[in-house]
């Protein structure tokens, strides 16, 4: 069982990591595409928040699990995380975003599969 509610707390970096990693959850990066192909996590799905807003289907790999939302710095995925939610998802966030995840020292890829960049 996911152990987070809707609207309750914010994952670290680590914590997201691991629940991912673990395939407890899918991570999402609802980044737009310049700033996903720039460097985002690896086995990350991407879907931007704009389409989630304008009613985009969920990927299929993210239907059914819960879903661990990241974007830069936090505040997209937040909102993410609050839409996926009242979809009947069970959604929570990165706190701080991609720009954490670097900090932490985890791991960035481009679009090929390299070494990554936060834009």
């Known amino acids: 069982m996911f152990l987070l509610r809707r609207g309750g ?7 997201a990591r691991i629940r991912t990693g673990d395939g407890t959850a899918v991570l999402l990066d609802v980044r ?11 086995g990350a799905l ?4 704009t389409r989630l807003l304008a009613g985009a289907a969920l990927p ?12 830069r710095s936090g505040h ?7 839409l996926l939610g009242a979809r009947g998802v069970d959604a929570v966030d990165v706190a701080g975003g ?3 995840w670097a900090d ?3 791991p960035v890829v481009d679009e090929r599969g390299q070494g990554g960049r936060i834009a």
């Not at 991407?46 to 928040?49: D, M, S, V």
């Not at 299929?60 to 974007?71: D, G, K, L, N, T």
């Not at 997209?76 to 609050?82: E, G, L, T, W, Y």
């Open 104 to 106: 932490a020292g985890l």
């Open 32 to 42: 737009e595409m310049p700033e996903w192909k720039a460097g985002h996590a690896p």
């Open 76 to 82: 997209r995925s937040q909102q993410a995380a609050d």
């Open 60 to 71: 299929a790999e993210v239907r059914s699990r819960p879903v661990v939302v990241i974007c």
């Open 46 to 49: 991407h879907l931007p928040l």
């Open 9 to 15: 707390n914010r994952l670290t970096p680590d914590q």
């Open 98 to 100: 991609m720009n954490a």
